[in-house]
C-alpha cells in the first residue's frame, strides 16, 4: 500500500514561517505531480501549490510570493515553504501526490492525513 505521512505543523504568530514536508511510501513505481491542498473550518479544500515530476510549479493566488513548494524524487518527498503567514492561512493542509503503483497502473490520487496549521497572535 501507498502512505503519505506529513509532518511540520503547528501554530505560529502572524509574519511566521513553518516548513511542510510529507514522504511517501510503499509500493511506488512513479510519483507524477505533488502538492499541498487545505481546509479551513467551513470552507471547501482548495489548491495551496503543485509541483510535477519535472519541477513545474503552481500556486494559487493567496500563496504566491509567500509560499514555495518543492521535492526531491530520490527521498520521494514533497515540501511547502511557508513564510509571511497570515491568520487566514490557518487550516488542516493536506498532502497529496498521484502515484503509480506498477509500469501497467493507472495514476491515482493519494492523500496524507493532514496537519494543523494555526496562525494566531
Known amino acids: 500500500q501507498v502512505q503519505l505521512v506529513e509532518s511540520g505543523g503547528g501554530s505560529v504568530q502572524p509574519g511566521g514561517s513553518l516548513r511542510l514536508s510529507c514522504a511517501a511510501s510503499g509500493l511506488i513505481f512513479k510519483i507524477n505531480s505533488m502538492g499541498w491542498y487545505r481546509q479551513a473550518p467551513g470552507k471547501q479544500r482548495e489548491l495551496v501549490a503543485a509541483?510535477?515530476?519535472?519541477?513545474?510549479?503552481n500556486y494559487s493566488d493567496s500563496v504566491k510570493g509567500r509560499f514555495t513548494i518543492s521535492r526531491d524524487n530520490a527521498k520521494r518527498t514533497v515540501y511547502v515553504q511557508m513564510d509571511s503567514l497570515k491568520p487566514e492561512d490557518t487550516a488542516v493542509y493536506y498532502c497529496?501526490?498521484?502515484?503509480?503503483?506498477?509500469?501497467?497502473?493507472?495514476?491515482?490520487?493519494?492523500w496524507g492525513q493532514g496537519t494543523q496549521v494555526t496562525v494566531s497572535s
Open positions: 509541483i510535477s515530476n519535472g519541477g513545474s510549479t
Open positions: 497529496n501526490a498521484e502515484i503509480l503503483r506498477t509500469i501497467m497502473s493507472e495514476g491515482r490520487d493519494y
